[in-house]
């Protein structure tokens, strides 16, 4: 009997709120066959990113070019054996994209996600590990500091020091080791001036996005996976109950390049594990359905790629989806990419406009432009739909 063909995956139509705000940020919905995940749950959802660079390197000729793509999958593709209960096990990728932008549109997508969801008072944790050799700096220096404090730490905490545990202990949450750990080396003073420079960036995006964030310096994941950047949201089901982790990434740039068998290739990956709520995307009665409307935002400069949050955002409260290309720094190749998607619109932004908080609206067609301040960008964006 013949082998039965695998199920290649393809791209679904949106279907809930996740899927609808995924969208709109730019990603593509797609759907990979799941299967069960055999080792530990905690390492679960980077065993998630590896099958997933999988697919991404079966799907694409990886020898002419590395394609830039934003993906999203809204179910598990690695299950425990034990059920988890109801809940909405979610992935948002982008690969191919070395910039901070990267982490920014991960973080802010799922972010907008759980704001949908209903979940209060969400914030956002990160960490800049570095490269592998900035790691390796780290736990260097870190063994050291633990063997001149071997009598703070208990007898299982010296087992995971002889088994080279170190990250474990550094990122502990028991008593005895966090006031241990607040005297001990922190990864961000070993930082590469490349990994250094990179999550400077990071916090740009971050801070531009309006997001609430803080730094966590005992914030690790397993060295295997993750590099560079490190991120958690947290938030609650309901006011007054206490905040639990609901979305965990990074940058797993050197994994990526592992599985895709290249020599350099850039992702950042985050995993969503929460009850979902809103079963249907917010809007007014009477709106377009988000994927009628053809409107391609482009941006020129380092301010306008900060700016575009904020654009993007004033847009999603229409429902309205905005095509972009989003690390290319070239006007032409933007226009070029508007033109491709039959887009009747564009919102352009120069170094100009993100100063002076304000954008471009230009017909396509005609090629006549009007310029709008960015808060009034919703009630000017209704006449286009």
Same mark, same amino acid.
């Given at each position: 009997?013949?082998?039965?063909?695998?199920?290649?995956?393809?791209?679904?139509?949106?279907?809930?709120?996740?899927?609808?705000?995924?969208?709109?940020?730019?990603?593509?919905?797609?759907?990979?066959?799941?299967?069960?995940?055999?080792?530990?749950?905690?390492?679960?959802?980077?065993?998630?990113?590896?099958?997933?660079?999988?697919?991404?390197?079966?799907?694409?000729?990886?020898?002419?070019?590395?394609?830039?793509?934003?993906?999203?999958? &809204?179910?598990?593709?690695?299950?425990?054996?034990?059920?988890?209960?109801?809940?909405? &096990?979610?992935?948002?990728?982008?690969?191919?994209?070395?910039?901070?932008?990267?982490?920014?549109?991960?973080?802010?997508?799922?972010?907008?996600?759980?704001?949908?969801?209903?979940?209060?008072?969400?914030?956002?944790?990160?960490?800049?590990?570095?490269?592998?050799?900035?790691?390796?700096?780290?736990?260097?220096?870190?063994?050291?500091?633990?063997?001149?404090?071997?009598?703070?730490?208990?007898?299982?905490?010296?087992?995971?020091?002889?088994?080279?545990?170190?990250?474990?202990?550094?990122?502990?949450?028991?008593?005895?080791?966090?006031?241990?750990?607040?005297?001990?080396?922190?990864?961000?003073?070993?930082?590469?001036?490349?990994?250094?420079?990179?999550?400077?960036?990071?916090?740009?995006?971050?801070?531009?996005?309006?997001?609430?964030?803080?730094?966590?310096?005992?914030?690790?994941?397993?060295?295997?996976?993750?590099?560079?950047?490190?991120?958690?949201?947290?938030?609650?089901?309901?006011?007054?109950?206490?905040?639990?982790?609901?979305?965990?990434?990074?940058?797993?740039? #050197?994994?990526?390049?592992?599985?895709?068998?290249?020599?350099?290739?850039?992702?950042?990956?985050?995993?969503?594990?929460?009850?979902?709520?809103?079963?249907?995307?917010?809007?007014?009665?009477?709106?377009?359905?988000?994927?009628?409307?053809?409107?391609?935002?482009?941006?020129?400069?380092?301010?306008?790629?900060?700016?575009?949050? #904020?654009?993007?955002?004033?847009?999603?409260?229409?429902?309205?989806?905005?095509?972009?290309?989003?690390?290319?720094?070239?006007?032409?190749?933007?226009?070029?990419?508007?033109?491709?998607?039959?887009?009747?619109?564009?919102?352009?932004?120069?170094?100009?406009?993100?100063? #002076?908080?304000?954008?471009?609206?230009?017909?396509?067609?005609?090629?006549?432009? &009007?310029?709008?301040?960015?808060?009034?960008?919703?009630?000017?964006?209704?006449?286009?739909?």
């Amino acid at each position: 009997m013949a082998a039965k063909k695998k199920k290649k995956a393809t791209k679904t139509t949106p279907k809930n709120n996740a899927d609808h705000v995924a969208l709109h940020y730019g990603f593509d919905l797609i759907d990979i066959k799941d299967s069960f995940h055999p080792g530990k749950a905690d390492d679960l959802a980077e065993e998630e990113k590896v099958k997933l660079m999988k697919f991404y390197a079966k799907d694409n000729d990886l020898r002419k070019e590395i394609p830039k793509k934003m993906l999203f999958y &809204n179910k598990p593709i690695l299950k425990e054996k034990k059920a988890r209960g109801k809940q909405n &096990n979610l992935g948002l990728d982008v690969i191919g994209v070395d910039s901070g932008l990267a982490e920014a549109f991960v973080i802010r997508t799922a972010f907008a996600i759980l704001q949908d969801e209903g979940y209060k008072d969400l914030s956002v944790e990160v960490n800049a590990i570095g490269d592998k050799e900035s790691v390796k700096r780290f736990e260097k220096e870190l063994t050291a500091f633990y063997r001149k404090n071997l009598s703070s730490l208990k007898a299982a905490d010296q087992k995971k020091l002889k088994e080279g545990k170190i990250l474990s202990l550094f990122s502990s949450e028991k008593d005895h080791l966090a006031e241990l750990n607040e005297q001990a080396p922190k990864p961000i003073f070993f930082l590469s001036e490349e990994s250094s420079e990179h999550f400077k960036e990071v916090l740009e995006y971050l801070e531009e996005s309006g997001l609430p964030y803080e730094m966590n310096d005992s914030l690790m994941g397993n060295k295997n996976y993750f590099s560079k950047t490190i991120f958690v949201i947290k938030g609650s089901d309901a006011k007054g109950k206490p905040k639990k982790e609901l979305a965990r990434g990074g940058r797993y740039d #050197e994994l990526a390049a592992e599985v895709a068998r290249k020599r350099k290739i850039s992702a950042v990956g985050l995993s969503m594990d929460f009850k979902a709520r809103a079963k249907a995307p917010k809007g007014k009665k009477g709106t377009k359905a988000a994927h009628d409307v053809n409107i391609h935002l482009i941006k020129i400069g380092f301010s306008a790629r900060l700016k575009s949050f #904020e654009i993007m955002e004033a847009m999603r409260k229409l429902n309205i989806p905005l095509n972009h290309s989003m690390d290319e720094t070239k006007i032409s190749k933007q226009i070029e990419h508007a033109v491709e998607n039959d887009s009747k619109y564009a919102l352009i932004v120069g170094h100009k406009e993100a100063t #002076e908080g304000k954008v471009l609206i230009r017909d396509m067609e005609t090629f006549s432009q &009007n310029e709008v301040r960015v808060e009034e960008l919703p009630k000017y964006a209704k006449k286009l739909i």
